[in-house]
């Protein structure tokens, strides 16, 4: 059915098709492990803050997500959602922000409207989006947020 192998085979199939992408095209980006999940944990390189990408049938939309994961880490996310531009400016593109409700994890994220998920002929101009938004990520967005870490976490802490 809908739920069952067709939906795994599917993201299993994208997944293994980003990632040889990602390496011919885009040596810069970690290798994806490609998994039958609708979201792959890729390494942030920036403590307390995890990359994913979501791969969403249902929703018809890809994206990618970064979340973060501690209370400690709440003022750097706010502080970007106040004033995104410079954010926006490192990925030429929007970031949307959601705080998870009852949990303490928030995150901000890029979504790429994708209606024709089941067809793979979709898949390359899906795949040229990813490898270029998460080299910019790489390349432009981690080192600004691992400086925006390292600042704050020199700041004296207000009691």
């Known amino acids: 059915g809908e739920d069952g192998l067709g939906r795994r085979e599917l993201r299993l199939q994208f997944w293994t098709g980003l990632n040889e992408y990602l390496v011919a095209e885009h040596p810069e980006v970690p290798k994806v492990e490609a998994r039958p999940s609708w979201t792959l944990r890729l390494p942030s390189g920036v403590p307390r803050v995890g990359f994913e990408l979501r791969f969403g049938l249902r929703q018809g939309t890809v994206g990618i997500d970064l979340w973060f994961w501690r209370a400690t880490t709440r003022p750097i996310w706010d502080r970007i959602r106040t004033a995104p531009d410079a954010y926006d400016a490192l990925i030429s593109a929007k970031w949307s922000f959601e705080l998870v409700d009852g949990r303490e994890k928030v995150r901000m994220f890029l ?47 207000a009691s």
Do not use: I, M
């Open 111 to 157: 979504d790429l409207p994708a209606e024709q998920l089941r067809n793979d002929s979709t898949w390359p101009d899906l795949y040229s989006w990813f490898g270029e938004k998460l080299s910019l990520l790489y390349t432009h967005v981690a080192p600004r947020l691992r400086e925006d870490f390292d600042r704050a976490d020199t700041l004296p802490v």
